[in-house]
Every structure is written in C-alpha cells, then in structure tokens.
C-alpha cells in the first residue's frame, strides 16, 4: 500500500529508495485509536505494515505517546522496557501482546545531556505504553530496533511541547526515528458505539476540527495548531483534554522547511475520533 499525499498523489518505489539513501529519517504522527488495532488486521494496522516496509532500518526510535503524562519531563532509559497495558475491558488477545523492544540508555543519556530547553529526568519504571507498542507492532514486527519514550509535562501549556521538539531535530540526523502518537480528534465520551463497525463516520464538529487541522499543517500554520484552545467550539469538542493532541505538536516543532507533507489513515471514526496521521519527511 502506498502513501497518500496532501497532493493526492502516491509514493511510488523509486521515491521511497531515494529517501532512504542520505537522508535524514522522517517525522510521524501516528493516529493510534483503539488498543485493538495492535491485533486486528484492517486499515490502518496495514497501513503501518506498509509504512515498516518503505523505511529504512533506524538507530532507535524515539516516541511522544499520548499515555503517558508526567510532572516534569522524562525519557525512557531502561535496557529492557516492558510491554505496558495501559487499558482495561479488552479481549486476553491484547494484554497478552509483548513488544519485547531493546531500550537504549546510552542514547537516553545523550539526549539529556543535550537539552537546554528544559531539565530532562531519566525513567526506569515506565516502559512501552500502548500509543507506543501498538503502532510498531506493526510497524516493525521483529522488534528489533530499540525504543524510548519522551513523557509529556502536564503541568506545561502548548507551546512548551512544540519548543521543546526543536530540541529534538539534530536526532533525525542520526538515524533516529521520532514519532508522535495520539489522535487529532480524541473524546471518548461522546463516542457513538453504534458506529464501531462502520470504516468511516464523524460528527459534523469532528470533521469540522480536523478539516482546518489539515488545512494547517499542510499550510505550515503552526501558531492557530499550537491555539487549539482558542479555536472555538469544534476544537473545544474534539480536543476536551490535550493529551492525544500534544504529540502532534512535537511532530510539527521537528519539522524541516524541505519536509514534504503526507497524509495518511485518514478516517474519523465512532463519531468522536480521528486516525489521521502525517508523514514529515
């Protein structure tokens, strides 16, 4: 499966091999949805698929996950994270998943000592939550690629996560692949259940917020995406709390100026969630 573009077009093989080769690694934001894409075969989880097979092999990979918030900011820095499951009322399927990933503390100190934007704690106790794991189970299957995960400062507004992603650029360099994982339209509480089976429905404010969303990110309007706030009562709806937002936005601060934009698993579904998802890079 090919990825689609912001100008409708495909990526075709040539184009994957010629970014592969010199190139720094690209930036994903990954709509994640519910924990059972990690186990079901359908299109989003093939999408993921594809996405493993176009990409070449990174140093690490460094993930910004909706689930889990912190006061202060840390990273992951344990040799062997665990698989977290991080969620309750799913099929013994899902909590038997392990995504047994090497971590990399050497790489974990690295990045602390190279932030000056903020103090960076060092993590042994979390490990791979489910924004992470359900994504790179498919993604990269063998589990061979270690990985760590940036916490997310709850204590700090909007634009602390963006500036702070800018800290962040120089390890696309060395072959790191950063990715963000939430959702661009989040609210459980408004879900319609009714619609789980459907491939795509959304409310008319979901389509409304997450039409402009795009409209921005592909017109490098950051400062209205990092205003969600302020963005009336569409927004107000789809982003009730900011967690599965915030990674976008450390997406958004990793941006380069050559980046070329892609839009991919672009569906809102139940109503109150969207699985739209960008490619920087």
């Known amino acids: ?25 690209p930036v994903f934001f990954f709509g994640h949805g519910s924990p059972m894409n990690a186990i079901e075969e359908n299109q989003f989880s093939k999408t993921w698929q594809s996405i493993g097979k176009s990409l070449p092999k990174p140093t690490a990979i ?3 996950s909706a689930h889990w918030e912190t006061r202060g900011t840390f990273i992951t820095a344990m ?31 690295e990045i ?14 979390w490990g791979l939550d489910h924004g992470t794991w359900s994504v790179l189970k498919h993604v990269f299957p063998k589990a061979d690629v270690p990985v760590l995960q940036l916490s997310l400062n709850h204590n700090q507004k909007p634009e602390y996560h963006y ?28 879900v319609d259940w009714n619609k789980v089976h459907e491939p795509s429905y959304g409310f008319d404010w979901a389509i409304e917020a997450n039409t402009k969303i795009k409209q921005w990110v ?14 009336g009562k569409a927004f107000d709806l789809a982003i009730p709390t900011p967690e599965h937002y915030l990674p976008l936005l450390y997406t958004l601060g990793l941006q380069e100026e050559k980046d070329r934009i892609e839009i991919f698993n672009d569906k809102e579904v139940m109503g109150s969630l969207a699985m739209t998802s960008f490619r920087f890079g």
Do not use: W
């Open 112 to 125: 602390q000592k190279g932030f000056k934007y903020t103090q960076l704690g060092l993590d042994e106790d």
């Open 62 to 64: 460094l993930c910004i």
């Open 218 to 231: 592909q017109n490098g309007r950051h400062d209205e995406l990092i205003k969600f706030k302020s963005q």
């Open 79 to 109: 040799p062997k994270p665990p698989t977290i499951h991080d969620f309750g009322g799913f099929p013994k399927a899902l909590f038997d998943v392990q995504y047994p990933a090497p971590g990399n503390p050497s790489l974990a100190k």
């Open 163 to 190: 500036e702070l992603a800018k800290e962040l650029r120089a390890l696309r360099k060395k072959g790191v692949l950063i990715v963000g994982s939430g959702n661009t339209i989040h609210n459980l509480r408004l």
């Open 1 to 25: 499966m090919a990825l689609l573009s912001i100008t409708g077009g495909f990526m075709n093989q040539e184009e994957t091999e010629a970014r592969s080769q010199g190139e720094i690694m």
